[in-house]
């Protein structure tokens, strides 16, 4: 193909060598067809599968798999999709384009598919994107593109994210003379939090106790972390974070539920501190713990975020 066309806009395509291809699994190179392309200022990988189409399950995991290693979003072409598999990409969050007809990509729905209902909470790539706004690096008016090689999240995710974010009401998208897509929170600080704490969940998925940690960095969370912004005598047990989607139950040590000398959060999202977890994550995470010096040190804490 040398082009397709996308909400009546023709979007020249680049075909793949084969040197670019390296260090995919072959079957990859077999049943697809590789193209790049810009559409509104992003950049774009366009997957053209062969005579048979692949079931949503497989595009999601194949998508997934190439956006890890290429850093950018995977759209695939069918000529023709009946409405059902319409349906079915969409619900699995695979990007296509069908013909001429109709598409979903990352900044568009071109489909008369009908839209998920919208979340009523915050996904936890997008309090992990406001957590960061608030504490690091301001994030508004930067392209998403350049937040993807910052943040550990792909495109397709802080995409996403975003997107949860304006159907919240928390941010609204600003696109510049290229079509980068980029945010505008509107508030700040102390205001934004409080717009959005009712969309908010705590980052511990589970705790529980274990004997030994594998090899790796764990930043302080729970007590141990409240200790160190605090003045709180720690715990004598070691409370720390790990990202869910990084560790394994199975690599910590005589994991249990009832007792060891470190507790282990597992977080629904990175955490953005080294030696500990950032502040507002650990608010959210202790803002239950019915000890009132907890209460009475996390409130300082709480506070000095915003002075």
Sequence with gaps: ??????????????????????????????SYRFYDFTFKGSQMILLEPGKEHSTP???KKTAARIEEQFGRPVVFYFENLLYYQRKRLVEHGVYYISGGR???LPMLMASPVKKKKASAKLSASAQYLLMFHLQGEPLEHRPIQELA???PYSYVSIAKAVQNLEELGLCRCERDSAGSKSIDFGLAGKDLWEKAKPFMASPVKERFYCTGLPDGSFPASGISALSMYSHLAPDLEQTIAAYAKEWKKEQFENLNTFEGPYIVEFWRYPAIGSKSVDKLSLYLSLENDPDPRVEKELGFVFESVWK
């Design 102 to 104: 109709d598409a979903f």
């Design 57 to 59: 399950t497989t595009c």
């Design 1 to 30: 193909m040398e082009k397709v066309t996308v909400a009546g806009i023709p979007i020249p395509l680049r075909a793949w060598s084969r040197n670019e291809k390296k260090g995919l699994p072959v079957i990859y190179s077999y």
């Design 149 to 151: 090689e910052a943040l």
